[in-house]
Protein backbone atom coordinates (compact mmCIF):
# COMPACT_ATOMS: atom_id res chain seq x y z
CA UNK A 1 0.00 0.00 0.00
CA UNK A 2 1.22 3.43 -0.94
CA UNK A 3 2.50 6.34 1.68
CA UNK A 4 -0.64 8.09 2.38
CA UNK A 5 1.72 11.27 4.05
CA UNK A 6 2.85 13.74 1.83
CA UNK A 7 4.64 15.30 4.17
CA UNK A 8 6.29 14.01 7.33
CA UNK A 9 9.10 14.79 10.15
CA UNK A 10 10.45 12.69 12.53
CA UNK A 11 12.02 13.48 15.53
CA UNK A 12 12.33 17.43 14.38
CA UNK A 13 14.18 19.16 16.61
CA UNK A 14 15.67 23.00 16.70
CA UNK A 15 17.71 24.44 19.00
CA UNK A 16 19.05 27.77 19.49
CA UNK A 17 21.69 28.29 21.93
CA UNK A 18 20.73 25.55 24.44
CA UNK A 19 16.84 26.92 23.66
CA UNK A 20 15.01 23.91 22.14
CA UNK A 21 12.49 25.61 20.33
CA UNK A 22 11.21 22.13 18.00
CA UNK A 23 11.38 19.19 20.14
CA UNK A 24 11.05 15.89 18.70
CA UNK A 25 8.32 16.91 16.43
CA UNK A 26 6.58 13.81 14.33
CA UNK A 27 4.30 15.22 11.54
CA UNK A 28 1.58 13.46 9.30
CA UNK A 29 0.36 15.45 6.13
CA UNK A 30 -2.00 13.17 4.25
CA UNK A 31 -2.02 14.21 0.84
CA UNK A 32 -5.20 16.62 -0.28
CA UNK A 33 -5.91 18.10 3.37
CA UNK A 34 -5.88 20.56 4.67
CA UNK A 35 -3.92 20.52 7.79
CA UNK A 36 -3.51 23.17 10.55
CA UNK A 37 -0.54 23.98 13.30
CA UNK A 38 -2.01 25.42 15.78
CA UNK A 39 -0.60 26.76 19.39
CA UNK A 40 0.06 29.42 22.12
CA UNK A 41 2.51 32.15 21.30
CA UNK A 42 6.17 30.75 21.35
CA UNK A 43 4.98 27.11 20.74
CA UNK A 44 7.41 26.40 18.09
CA UNK A 45 4.67 26.57 14.91
CA UNK A 46 6.67 29.19 12.90
CA UNK A 47 9.92 27.44 13.16
CA UNK A 48 8.59 24.19 12.00
CA UNK A 49 7.62 26.08 9.10
CA UNK A 50 11.15 27.51 8.54
CA UNK A 51 12.65 24.14 9.18
CA UNK A 52 10.26 22.71 6.48
CA UNK A 53 11.23 25.34 4.12
CA UNK A 54 14.54 24.98 5.10
CA UNK A 55 15.11 28.59 5.73
CA UNK A 56 16.26 27.11 9.24
CA UNK A 57 18.33 24.10 9.33
CA UNK A 58 17.26 20.99 11.53
CA UNK A 59 19.57 20.44 14.51
CA UNK A 60 18.38 16.80 14.33
CA UNK A 61 15.60 14.67 12.50
CA UNK A 62 14.25 14.18 9.04
CA UNK A 63 11.67 15.66 6.83
CA UNK A 64 10.52 13.47 4.05
CA UNK A 65 8.49 14.56 0.83
CA UNK A 66 6.40 11.28 -0.86
CA UNK A 67 8.79 9.28 1.53
CA UNK A 68 11.90 11.26 0.12
CA UNK A 69 14.31 12.41 3.04
CA UNK A 70 14.40 15.84 1.53
CA UNK A 71 16.45 17.17 5.36
CA UNK A 72 19.60 17.96 3.16
CA UNK A 73 17.97 20.26 0.28
CA UNK A 74 18.29 23.88 0.39
CA UNK A 75 14.88 26.04 0.11
CA UNK A 76 15.26 26.50 -3.84
CA UNK A 77 15.56 22.70 -4.24
CA UNK A 78 12.55 22.29 -2.05
CA UNK A 79 10.24 24.43 -3.68
CA UNK A 80 10.58 23.15 -7.19
CA UNK A 81 9.32 20.01 -6.00
CA UNK A 82 6.57 21.63 -5.20
CA UNK A 83 6.47 22.73 -1.53
CA UNK A 84 5.66 26.15 -1.50
CA UNK A 85 5.27 28.72 1.43
CA UNK A 86 3.09 31.85 0.55
CA UNK A 87 5.82 34.44 1.34
CA UNK A 88 8.00 32.47 -0.87
CA UNK A 89 7.56 34.31 -4.61
CA UNK A 90 4.39 36.16 -2.70
CA UNK A 91 6.70 39.27 -1.74
CA UNK A 92 4.18 41.22 -4.07
CA UNK A 93 5.60 44.72 -5.40
CA UNK A 94 3.88 47.63 -4.17
CA UNK A 95 4.09 50.28 -7.71
CA UNK A 96 3.23 47.28 -10.08
CA UNK A 97 0.08 46.26 -11.08
CA UNK A 98 -1.95 42.98 -10.13
CA UNK A 99 -1.40 41.57 -13.63
CA UNK A 100 2.38 42.69 -13.33
CA UNK A 101 3.02 41.22 -10.03
CA UNK A 102 1.59 37.86 -11.03
CA UNK A 103 3.77 37.61 -14.39
CA UNK A 104 6.69 38.00 -12.62
CA UNK A 105 6.01 35.27 -10.39
CA UNK A 106 4.94 33.28 -13.76
CA UNK A 107 8.70 34.12 -14.96
CA UNK A 108 10.33 33.38 -12.00
CA UNK A 109 8.58 29.36 -11.97
CA UNK A 110 9.89 29.48 -15.77
CA UNK A 111 13.46 30.18 -14.67
CA UNK A 112 13.40 33.18 -17.03
CA UNK A 113 13.72 35.61 -13.90
CA UNK A 114 16.45 38.15 -16.02
CA UNK A 115 13.52 38.00 -19.08
CA UNK A 116 11.92 40.68 -16.80
CA UNK A 117 14.52 43.43 -17.66
CA UNK A 118 13.32 42.81 -21.42
CA UNK A 119 10.72 44.32 -23.17
CA UNK A 120 6.80 44.25 -21.78
CA UNK A 121 6.11 42.34 -25.25
CA UNK A 122 8.15 39.73 -24.00
CA UNK A 123 5.53 38.97 -21.41
CA UNK A 124 2.54 39.10 -23.05
CA UNK A 125 2.76 35.36 -23.66
CA UNK A 126 1.63 35.19 -19.93
CA UNK A 127 -1.00 37.52 -19.84
CA UNK A 128 -3.71 34.72 -20.18
CA UNK A 129 -1.85 32.42 -17.55
CA UNK A 130 -1.64 35.52 -15.43
CA UNK A 131 -5.44 36.51 -15.68
CA UNK A 132 -6.91 32.62 -14.92
CA UNK A 133 -4.86 33.40 -11.73
CA UNK A 134 -6.24 36.92 -11.01
CA UNK A 135 -10.15 35.65 -11.55
CA UNK A 136 -9.11 32.15 -9.20
CA UNK A 137 -8.73 35.10 -6.10
CA UNK A 138 -11.36 37.30 -7.44
CA UNK A 139 -9.56 39.90 -8.54
CA UNK A 140 -9.89 40.30 -12.35
CA UNK A 141 -11.35 43.79 -12.07
CA UNK A 142 -7.77 44.66 -10.39
CA UNK A 143 -5.64 43.31 -12.60
CA UNK A 144 -4.21 46.83 -13.45
CA UNK A 145 -4.75 48.03 -10.40
CA UNK A 146 -1.25 49.70 -8.61
CA UNK A 147 -0.91 47.07 -5.76
CA UNK A 148 -0.59 49.58 -3.10
CA UNK A 149 -3.81 50.49 -4.08
CA UNK A 150 -5.39 47.35 -3.22
CA UNK A 151 -7.31 46.63 0.24
CA UNK A 152 -5.40 44.91 2.70
CA UNK A 153 -7.44 41.97 1.99
CA UNK A 154 -7.04 41.84 -1.84
CA UNK A 155 -3.22 42.04 -1.09
CA UNK A 156 -3.18 39.11 0.62
CA UNK A 157 -5.35 37.60 -2.07
CA UNK A 158 -2.76 38.81 -4.67
CA UNK A 159 0.04 37.06 -2.61
CA UNK A 160 -1.58 33.93 -2.86
CA UNK A 161 -2.52 34.08 -6.50
CA UNK A 162 1.68 35.12 -6.62
CA UNK A 163 2.06 31.55 -4.66
CA UNK A 164 -0.24 29.50 -6.98
CA UNK A 165 2.01 30.37 -9.52
CA UNK A 166 4.54 28.11 -8.21
CA UNK A 167 2.13 25.52 -9.16
CA UNK A 168 2.55 24.12 -5.58
CA UNK A 169 1.57 20.45 -4.53
CA UNK A 170 1.82 21.21 -1.09
CA UNK A 171 0.93 25.00 0.06
CA UNK A 172 2.03 26.54 2.95
CA UNK A 173 0.14 29.25 4.39
CA UNK A 174 1.11 31.12 7.36
CA UNK A 175 -1.69 32.95 9.36
CA UNK A 176 -3.44 34.01 6.06
CA UNK A 177 -6.18 35.84 7.58
CA UNK A 178 -3.72 37.54 9.90
CA UNK A 179 -4.81 41.43 10.48
CA UNK A 180 -8.12 41.44 8.49
CA UNK A 181 -11.68 41.78 9.15
CA UNK A 182 -14.85 39.84 9.39
CA UNK A 183 -15.25 40.33 5.44
CA UNK A 184 -11.92 39.86 4.29
CA UNK A 185 -11.34 36.99 6.42
CA UNK A 186 -14.53 34.93 4.62
CA UNK A 187 -13.45 35.79 1.70
CA UNK A 188 -9.78 34.27 2.27
CA UNK A 189 -11.43 31.20 3.94
CA UNK A 190 -13.30 30.21 0.74
CA UNK A 191 -9.93 31.11 -1.29
CA UNK A 192 -7.90 28.90 0.77
CA UNK A 193 -10.91 26.27 0.40
CA UNK A 194 -10.50 26.51 -3.58
CA UNK A 195 -6.86 26.91 -4.04
CA UNK A 196 -6.98 23.34 -1.68
CA UNK A 197 -8.51 21.57 -4.88
CA UNK A 198 -6.52 19.42 -6.05
CA UNK A 199 -3.23 20.02 -3.40
CA UNK A 200 -2.35 19.98 0.34
CA UNK A 201 -2.13 22.73 2.44
CA UNK A 202 -0.89 23.61 5.76
CA UNK A 203 -1.31 26.29 7.32
CA UNK A 204 -0.47 28.18 10.80
CA UNK A 205 -3.68 29.71 12.01
CA UNK A 206 -4.26 31.87 15.19
CA UNK A 207 -8.10 32.12 14.20
CA UNK A 208 -9.64 28.83 15.24
CA UNK A 209 -12.91 29.91 13.68
CA UNK A 210 -11.08 29.53 10.54
CA UNK A 211 -9.71 26.19 11.24
CA UNK A 212 -12.98 25.11 12.25
CA UNK A 213 -14.21 25.68 8.67
CA UNK A 214 -11.32 25.10 6.88
CA UNK A 215 -9.04 21.89 8.24
CA UNK A 216 -9.88 18.04 8.39
CA UNK A 217 -6.76 17.95 10.62
CA UNK A 218 -5.10 19.78 13.13
CA UNK A 219 -2.12 19.34 15.12
CA UNK A 220 -1.56 21.68 18.69
CA UNK A 221 2.29 22.78 19.56
CA UNK A 222 2.80 23.63 23.43
CA UNK A 223 6.82 24.66 24.13
CA UNK A 224 7.87 23.54 20.95
CA UNK A 225 6.64 19.89 20.97
CA UNK A 226 3.39 18.10 19.86
CA UNK A 227 0.34 18.13 22.39
CA UNK A 228 -2.41 16.79 20.55
CA UNK A 229 -3.57 15.79 17.43
CA UNK A 230 -6.93 15.24 15.58
CA UNK A 231 -10.04 16.99 13.97
CA UNK A 232 -11.54 20.26 15.07
CA UNK A 233 -14.20 18.25 17.24
CA UNK A 234 -11.34 16.24 19.07
CA UNK A 235 -8.56 18.86 19.55
CA UNK A 236 -11.29 21.52 20.90
CA UNK A 237 -12.53 19.44 23.70
CA UNK A 238 -9.23 18.20 24.68
CA UNK A 239 -8.14 19.70 28.22
CA UNK A 240 -4.78 19.74 27.64
CA UNK A 241 -5.34 22.03 24.69
CA UNK A 242 -7.93 24.87 26.86
CA UNK A 243 -5.43 24.01 29.52
CA UNK A 244 -2.45 25.81 27.41
CA UNK A 245 -4.75 28.08 25.81
CA UNK A 246 -6.78 29.64 28.65
CA UNK A 247 -4.51 29.03 31.63
CA UNK A 248 -4.57 25.61 34.30
CA UNK A 249 -7.86 26.35 35.74
CA UNK A 250 -9.74 26.94 32.60
CA UNK A 251 -9.88 30.28 33.39
CA UNK A 252 -7.23 32.12 31.73
CA UNK A 253 -7.12 35.95 31.58
CA UNK A 254 -10.45 36.03 29.81
CA UNK A 255 -13.02 34.71 32.38
CA UNK A 256 -14.56 31.29 33.71
CA UNK A 257 -16.70 31.56 30.98
CA UNK A 258 -14.52 30.87 27.78
CA UNK A 259 -13.50 27.48 28.11
CA UNK A 260 -13.61 26.50 24.32
CA UNK A 261 -10.31 27.76 22.61
CA UNK A 262 -12.19 28.70 19.17
CA UNK A 263 -13.97 31.32 21.55
CA UNK A 264 -10.47 32.72 22.97
CA UNK A 265 -9.04 33.04 20.14
CA UNK A 266 -12.12 35.14 18.63
CA UNK A 267 -11.72 37.30 21.24
CA UNK A 268 -7.98 38.16 20.51
Known amino acids: MSNPYV??????????????????????????????????????????????????????????????????????????????????????????????????????????????????????KLNERAMELLDAVGLTSFANTTTVELAYGRKRALELATTLAMEPEILLLDEPTQGMGSEDVDRVVELVRSAAKGRTVLMVEHNLSVVSKLCDRITVLAQGAVLTEGDYETVSADPLVREVYMGSDGSGERGATETNPASAEAAQ
Do not use: C
Request: charged letters at 20%.
Open 7 to 124: LQTRGLVKKFRGFQAVDHVDLQIRQGDIHALIGPNGAGKTTVFNLLTKFLIPTRGQILYKGEDITSLKSAAIARRGVVRSFQISAVFPHMTALENIRVALQTFEGNSFSFWQSGARLN
